[in-house]
T-cell receptor, first 113, second 113 residues
Framework: GAGVSQTPSNKVTEKGKYVELRCDPI?????LYWYRQSLGQGPEFLIYFQGTGAADDSGLPNDRFFAVRPEGSVSTLKIQRTERGDSAVYLC???????????FGPGTRLTVL | AQSVTQPDIHITVSEGASLELRCNYSYGATPYLFWYVQSPGQGLQLLLKYFSGDTLVQGIKGFEAEFKRSQSSFNLRKPSVHWSDAAEYFCAVALDSNYQLIWGAGTKLIIKP
């Protein structure tokens, strides 16, 4: 079956612009996670959805970052007023309820010039 | 502070040699423990995981890991590496059943022919 997909695969933007990153989880997976991976580092947790609601958004670095999952499937990570420090690979993962494994998408590489 | 440590940024081994990648964590209780592999251009793939029970766990691709509570370690091993094992390896922990992952910085494995 189809895995987790993320679009776009690459996004280049200018400082101060607004960007949206999309994640399509595996069908039927109720849990969805966003992580950010900066160059040379491990992923860093951003936010976790259970269904439509954000169960834990403690990893969002500041209020420029926001994520939604209105129908409990596709999720969008939104970054306002981008800064050069936001440049990273943004990873999405999904998990089926009752299963302890997350499946990761290929990521979106965001570059802020 | 809670953390996951992978002390080796990179390791070089000869093809056919054995491998051990180190991972230590600092948490009060035993977390859920994971090893992931990330190949260039590929998403993160789960190698193995430990939740409870037998402290030696087997994973995919011939990998195994041993949990040692007294050392707060979860080291990854493989008896004989193949050139295709060249990748970056991440140790991760989850503190509860929501499975938000906290990651180490990764170890890059280089295989000498």
């Amino acid at each position: 079956g189809a895995g987790v997909s993320q679009t776009p695969s690459n996004k280049v933007t200018e400082k101060g612009k607004y960007v949206e990153l999309r994640c399509d989880p595996i069908s039927g997976h109720t849990a969805l996670y966003w992580y950010r991976q900066s160059l040379g580092q491990g992923p860093e947790f951003l936010i976790y959805f259970q269904g439509t609601g954000a169960a834990d958004d403690s990893g969002l670095p500041n209020d420029r970052f926001f994520a939604v999952r209105p129908e409990g499937s596709v999720s969008t990570l939104k970054i306002q007023r981008t800064e050069r420090g936001d440049s990273a690979v943004y990873l999405c993962a999904s998990r089926e309820t009752g299963v302890n494994e997350q499946f990761f998408g290929p990521g979106t590489r965001l570059t802020v010039l | 502070a809670q953390s996951v440590t992978q002390p080796d940024i990179h390791i070089t081994v000869s093809e056919g040699a054995s491998l051990e990648l180190r991972c230590n964590y600092s948490y009060g209780a035993t977390p859920y423990l994971f090893w992931y592999v990330q190949s260039p251009g590929q998403g993160l793939q789960l190698l193995l995981k430990y939740f409870s029970g037998d402290t030696l766990v087997q994973g995919i691709k011939g990998f195994e890991a041993e949990f040692k509570r007294s050392q707060s370690s979860f080291n990854l091993r493989k008896p004989s590496v193949h050139w295709s094992d060249a990748a970056e390896y991440f140790c991760a922990v989850a503190l509860d059943s929501n499975y938000q992952l906290i990651w180490g910085a990764g170890t890059k494995l280089i295989i000498k022919p």
